[in-house]
């Protein structure tokens, strides 16, 4: 396993989870970290070193490539409970679909391996895994999801998430940026549309019927 020199080194605590996934200590590791395994994690390493290392937002990409980020902030942290508790309660009592939060991961069939900060996918769907795929990387996009900027995010690597969602068959997407105080709403084959400072955001489409207000974000 090996790691790009300039994104800070890696140090493998001296415990490891029986099925051979490590848990890592990043000390002083710049971020984001890349990661370079000799061969591509399967899925049940991937999903156990995911376990073990619990904090980070962890992201694979076609090669194996792993994508460390740092835990969010507080206000970030506090922003994203808010946007998946919201969701969750219109979800719930809506009824068709069920919400998914930060430590999600979904898996795809070229490896990659991405985290949404807030997802929504319809129940018929999710009902239709079985219950030990229930317990494993959600392997098809969501209908919906949702990223928030935070303050160490280069709006590059935000954007390009959401066009990674996009092209990958999610139906609606919002980008929200508090230090621009804007919203960016993606839509497929379409340009995001960029709204300054809404008061509400309103859904469509998968989640139509859901408002999410806003004034949170902007403070």
């Keep these: 396993m090996s790691t790009a020199p300039e994104l800070g080194s890696l140090h493998a605590a001296p415990e490891s989870d029986p099925r051979g996934a490590i848990q890592l200590s990043f000390g002083a590791a710049g971020f984001p970290l890349l990661i370079r395994p000799e061969a591509p994690m399967t899925e049940d390493e991937l999903l156990s070193f995911c376990r073990l290392n619990k904090g980070f937002e962890i992201a694979c990409d076609p090669d194996g490539t792993l994508r460390i980020m740092t835990p969010a902030g507080a206000k970030t942290s506090r922003l994203n409970i808010y946007l998946n508790r919201e969701l969750d309660l219109w979800a719930e009592a809506d009824g068709r679909g069920v919400v998914f939060g930060s430590d999600l991961g979904v898996r795809f069939p070229d490896r990659s391996m991405r985290a949404p900060d807030a997802a929504w996918t319809s129940k018929a769907r999710y009902d239709a895994l ?90």
């Design 130 to 219: 079985d219950k030990a795929a229930q317990e494993r990387f959600l392997p098809f996009c969501p209908e919906f999801v949702a990223e928030l900027r935070s303050p160490t995010d280069r709006i590059s690597q935000t954007e390009a998430k959401m066009e990674f969602w996009m092209s990958r068959g999610a139906l609606l997407g919002w980008l929200i940026d508090p230090h621009r105080k804007l919203a960016m709403i993606y839509r497929p084959n379409q340009e995001p549309e960029t709204l300054s400072q809404p008061e509400f955001l309103h859904g469509e489409g998968p989640i139509q019927g859901f408002s999410l207000k806003m004034q949170r974000f902007w403070e």
